[in-house]
């Protein structure tokens, strides 16, 4: 059946990047203007506001025909929450709809469409005048009591649709050129609609409260810091002028933000006033959270937050919060029933108390973050976190069959964690002489958070407790050494990745395998792009690849060479080290800040181990997240590693959600996956 293309042109009154896309399209005001369309190669036309949607499209969707848009999440709910729901169109299933956005993601292409036409070299580009008028256009300019008045002319209106016609055009372009979704990506993106429809549920009178008592002490803070500094500094967040202040007692530093603070406070020499204002400044910063819950009431309808998910954000194909921001809530949750005393105390405005039993508000909001995601009443959570999955997976796919057997052993209870398996492995110490309070225990985890993907000195020091980072380079240099001796094969699967991304990138169409039997992933380049091939059947891609030297300056012109020389010659420079200038698969990526101008970067075993990993591992919560939902659990969130379903459960769930999440894919024979789940009416972690 032929495709039907579409494009849509809208205007409210709420701000779409504020508020969300579940605000924007459930406000009574907001109204579609036009959408252009077109089936297959036919030349577009327009639909208009106030017309009756044309025969062909509305037959075409009925009979479950195949919707193309881009960023159609946006035209899904624009869809049925404006048009099927006030003016009689049929219902669109996200089923029928196919997203040249997700598309352009899944090749790690840029997702704005301007950017996509660009960075595929379509000769159609998007109409800059006519977004500046689309921009004009779409919110209002004056209120006329309680209705908005907008730009609107029958010239505008006309600009407008030659706008979004381009736009269409575009859109029809970056379709015939990307690849498709496979079968199950389109599943999983079915799924992720799903997901961000049903919302995050969350405690709104719990948030409610927290944002009052962080407005006063946020004024109980500012007035301190005029006391303490003598009316120099009026409020915490002026940090010029709280350094000029402190430069008076002979303190200067370059900066406040978090890190550097923490640092500055440990010094035992500063000055009394500067500690304390200093204190001041850090308790303050730790607001910062607030901005979260404002996001949250922002876009709350009926206590929940819809659209936080963007389905394959980044290249790996991990998803990636939006607006609120859930993936990067603060880790470091109080205990269950501690979450609930503190949040009764906020409730009760008991900020006196709350200071004397758990310590400073900022803090303790901060840290409960995830505490005010709460099921729907008469509902639980069912959560559920796959246990160091990028670590079982580097050595699922490197073949590093010792510690996968490690991994097996602690899941039955018949082994230690592997942090100290990581030490004892390391330095030939009986890894059950380790227990947990051992500072030992504390090496082997710096060891598996910084060396897994070829880090070394600078990796460990920053992965290192505070207290351990006077450590010289020469004994962390020994921890690295260590722990890739002990891991011969996860450093032999670095090389053979970058030795085989460089091979397949100068021998366009030759498939080059890497990786123990049965989970080998395969390298090859064609046309503009360098594939990776998973051992679940999804792809990697690297756009527009090259092999250069570390500097890029020059390119290498190895097809001038015999064979036997090229490989002789790029083996020894690949163990060489990367700063001795040796060859690299370079790719093109995004410029930061940029929308017009890509820019090359380059890639090395290490890289490609991480992005391969975590790639798996994302799988696994993809298939996991499909297999849940089709046993009857309704997932509303997901972070990371973690599933986490809405519904009336018992504990005989738990268990089958348990089971469902630790079920191994074929794809993934061998892989010792572990999950903890947990019932409970308020979000949590194990």
């Known amino acids: ?51 009756l949607l044309p025969t062909r ?14 960023h159609a999440t946006f035209e899904l709910a624009l869809w049925n929450y404006v048009m099927a729901a006030r003016h009689g169109w049929p219902r669109l299933r996200a089923e029928q709809v196919r997203c040249t956005l997700a598309a352009c993601y899944a090749m790690a292409l840029p997702g704005a469409l301007e950017n996509a036409a660009h960075a595929l070299g379509l000769k159609i580009a998007k109409d800059a005048e006519g977004r500046t008028i689309m921009l004009r256009m779409c919110k209002p300019r004056a209120w006329d009591g309680d209705k908005p008045v907008y730009h609107d002319t029958p010239e505008l209106r006309a600009r407008l649709g030659a706008y979004c016609s381009v736009d269409g055009q575009v859109e029809r372009e970056i379709y015939k050129r990307v690849l498709p979704l496979s079968d199950k990506e389109q599943r999983v993106w079915v799924l992720d609609q799903a ?63 978090k890190a550097e603070l923490s640092e500055l406070l440990d010094y035992e020499d500063l000055p009394a006033p500067v500690k304390e204002a200093l204190k001041l ?13 404002k996001a949250i009431k922002q876009r709350e309808i009926a206590r929940r937050v819809p659209f936080l998910f963007q389905y394959h954000a ?77 670590g079982r997976g580097l050595a699922y796919l490197a073949g590093e069959e010792w510690k ?24 030939g110490v009986d890894p059950s002489t380790i227990d947990k309070k051992d500072p030992r225990r504390q090496i082997g985890k710096v060891q598996e958070l910084a060396f897994g993907y070829q880090g070394g000195v600078g990796a460990a020091r920053k992965m290192a407790p505070r207290d351990t980072r006077d450590k010289s380079d020469a004994e962390l240099d020994g921890w690295k050494t260590g722990w890739r001796n002990a891991h011969l094969k996860i450093k032999g699967y670095w090389y053979d990745l970058q030795t085989a991304a460089i091979d397949a990138v100068l021998e366009p169409g030759k498939i080059v395998i890497v990786g123990a039997a049965g989970r080998r992933v395969m390298f090859r380049k064609r046309g503009s792009f360098l ?14 690849p090259d092999v250069r030297t570390g500097d890029f300056g020059q390119y290498l012109t190895f097809k001038s060479v015999p064979d036997a020389l090229v490989w002789g010659i790029y083996a020894k420079w690949l163990r060489e080290g990367k700063e001795k200038g040796e060859p690299n698969t370079t790719y093109i990526v995004d410029e930061p800040g940029n929308t017009r101008e890509w820019c090359r970067i380059s890639t090395y075993g290490g890289k490609l181990a991480e992005n391969i990993t975590q790639a798996v591992c994302r799988d696994l919560l993809a298939d996991a997240m499909l297999r849940v939902e089709a046993a009857g659990f309704e997932v509303v969130l997901h972070v990371h590693d973690e599933i986490v379903a809405e519904g009336k459960f018992t504990e005989e769930d738990r268990s089958r959600f ?29």
Not at 26 to 50: I, K, Y
Not at 281 to 293: N, V
């Open 1 to 51: 059946m032929t495709p039907l293309f579409i494009d849509k042109e809208t205007r409210s009154p709420v701000d779409l990047k504020k508020a969300g896309l579940g605000r924007y399209a459930r406000h009574p005001l907001t109204e579609v203007l036009m959408m252009c369309w077109a089936f297959g190669d036919e030349d577009f036309a327009l639909w208009q506001q106030g017309e």
């Open 57 to 70: 499209i509305r037959q075409h969707v009925e009979s479950g025909g195949i919707v193309v848009g881009h």
């Open 195 to 257: 997901i961000n429809n049903r919302g995050v549920p969350f405690d709104m009178e719990s948030l409610d409260a927290a944002l009052v008592v962080a407005d006063k002490e946020k004024e109980r803070l500012d007035a301190e810091m005029t006391k303490v500094t003598d009316g120099t500094v009026a409020v915490c967040s002026n940090v010029g002028m709280l350094k000029e202040w402190a430069a008076d007692f002979g303190v200067m530093p370059d900066s406040l933000a």
């Open 281 to 293: 400044r850090q308790s303050a910063g730790r607001f910062t959270s607030i901005s979260k819950l």
């Open 314 to 390: 980044a290249t790996t194909g991990r998803w990636a919060g939006r607006g609120v921001q859930p993936h990067n809530f603060t880790r470091d949750l109080p205990e269950p029933h501690d979450v609930e005393e503190i949040l009764r105390l906020i409730r009760d405005g008991n900020t006196e108390w709350l200071n004397l039993a758990y310590g400073e508000p900022s803090i303790l909001i901060s840290k409960c973050l995830r505490g005010f995601i709460r099921a729907a009443k008469g509902n639980t959570f069912i959560g559920g976190d796959f246990a160091n999955v990028e």
């Open 404 to 427: 996968l057997d490690a991994y097996r052993a602690y899941d039955e209870g018949r082994g230690p964690d592997l942090y100290c398996v990581a030490y004892g492995k390391s330095f």
């Open 531 to 544: 594939w990776c091939r998973l051992p679940s059947g999804r792809t990697l891609c690297y756009p527009y």
């Open 658 to 686: 348990e089971a469902l999440m630790c079920q191994v894919p074929d794809w993934a024979a061998g892989f010792p996956v572990s999950a903890g789940c947990w019932l409970a009416e308020r979000y949590r972690k194990e």
